[in-house]
Nanobody
Framework: QVQLVESGGGLVQAGGSLRLSCAASGRTTSRYDMAWFRQAPGKERIVVST????????YYVDFVKGRFTISRDYAKNTVYLQMNSLNSEDTAVYYCAARRVGISDWDYWGQGTQVTVSS
């Protein structure tokens, strides 16, 4: 079992930055792919960024490319999402997810952290 706890959300003005953290416990996630999803009010949950277990492959949805950066710290068993140049459309609940290598479904989810961008 893996437990994921997100932190770092909050209220920020448009153009500002936030760094989200996802701390994993219960089992090392060194052999897990990790991801950040988000869900805006009235919209479906979508993937924002992923990083594979080795950190060698990263994915970003088009509308965050150049603004968001995903990274992971194996020693701390933590994944980060650095978000820059935030705008009101980035307002959402952000979720961290993990999946075992070779598995297509995201097995584990955090509780989410709210990000609100004021214009």
């Amino acid at each position: 079992q893996v437990q994921l706890v997100e932190s770092g959300g909050g209220l920020v003005q448009a153009g500002g930055s936030l760094r989200l953290s996802c701390a994993a416990s219960g089992r090392t996630t060194s052999r897990y792919d990790m991801a950040w999803f988000r869900q805006a009010p009235g919209k479906e949950r979508i993937v924002v960024s992923t990083i594979n277990w080795s950190g060698t492959s990263k994915y970003y949805v088009d509308f965050v490319k150049g603004r968001f950066t995903i990274s992971r710290d194996y020693a701390k068993n933590t994944v980060y999402l650095q978000m820059n140049s935030l705008n009101s459309e980035d307002t959402a609940v952000y979720y961290c997810a993990a999946r075992r290598v070779g598995i297509s479904d995201w097995d584990y989810w955090g509780q989410g952290t709210q990000v609100t961008v004021s214009s």
